[in-house]
T-cell receptor, first 113, second 112 residues
Framework: KAGVTQTPRYLIKTRGQQVTLSCSPI?????VSWYQQTPGQGLQFLFE???????NKGNFPGRFSGRQFSNSRSEMNVSTLELGDSALYLC????????????FGEGSRLTVL | GENVEQHPSTLSVQEGDSAVIKCTYS??????FPWYKQELGKGPQLIID?????GEKKDQRIAVTLNKTAKHFSLHITETQPEDSAVYFC???????????FGSGTQLTVLP
């Protein structure tokens, strides 16, 4: 069974640009969560989607947005990039037989110059 | 909102010794406490979790204890091995693992 797939794995952008990150959950998983990981702030919850609906949102500015498609794949977008947006963006999926476990992908590492 | 503090930030132990990582949380409504291990270049992976109706849980060399009165929980790793070297994160949630508040992480190094 394939794990959570995130693309791209690495990307470099400049301030003011926007970026779109993609996440394909484990087959059969309908819930996807996104987290931002930085050395200073650790792992912070961005948002969670289930069946194309955003269920929860963390404390991030409106520049951070996301969506989920009917096949459960999810994208997150960051507009007007700032230096502080440099981070590892992690996606996690949760199965139908909810045991509490988040299955994380390897992340997309964004560098903003 | 919830706030989770984790100590120590770094921990070095000799192979075969035990390691203990401690976390405190602020929201008394939290009732789910997982621990994740993150190896270099990989996403975090769940290693053990505990719910508020349980005081202790063990899985081979790993155990977690929970004190709801004091609002703290701990990870215990016995007979440490070099492959235990990684960053460990505690987390807390008021009922859903879908929105976890993580601690700041502990870099565990097991010295051969």
């Amino acid at each position: 069974k394939a794990g959570v797939t995130q693309t791209p794995r690495y990307l470099i952008k400049t301030r003011g640009q926007q970026v779109t990150l993609s996440c394909s959950p484990i087959s059969g998983h309908r819930s996807v969560s996104w987290y931002q990981q930085t050395p200073g702030q650790g792992l912070q919850f961005l948002f969670e989607y289930f069946s194309e609906t955003q269920r929860n949102k963390g404390n991030f500015p409106g520049r951070f947005s996301g969506r989920q498609f009917s096949n459960s794949r999810s994208e997150m977008n960051v507009s007007t990039l700032e230096l502080g947006d440099s981070a590892l963006y992690l996606c996690a999926s949760i199965g139908e037989q909810y045991t509490g476990e988040l299955f994380f992908g390897e992340g997309s590492r964004l560098t903003v110059l | 909102g919830e706030n989770v503090e984790q100590h120590p930030s770094t921990l070095s132990v000799q192979e075969g010794d035990s390691a203990v990582i401690k976390c405190t949380y602020s929201d008394s409504a939290s009732n789910y406490f997982p621990w994740y291990k993150q190896e270099l270049g990989k996403g975090p992976q769940l290693i053990i979790d505990i719910r508020s109706n349980v005081g202790e849980k063990k899985d081979q060399r790993i155990a977690v204890t929970l004190n709801k009165t004091a609002k703290h929980f701990s990870l215990h790793i016995t007979e440490t091995q070099p492959e235990d070297s990684a960053v460990y994160f505690c987390a807390a949630s008021p009922g859903s693992a879908r929105q976890l508040t993580f601690g700041s992480g502990t870099q565990l190094t097991v010295l051969p």
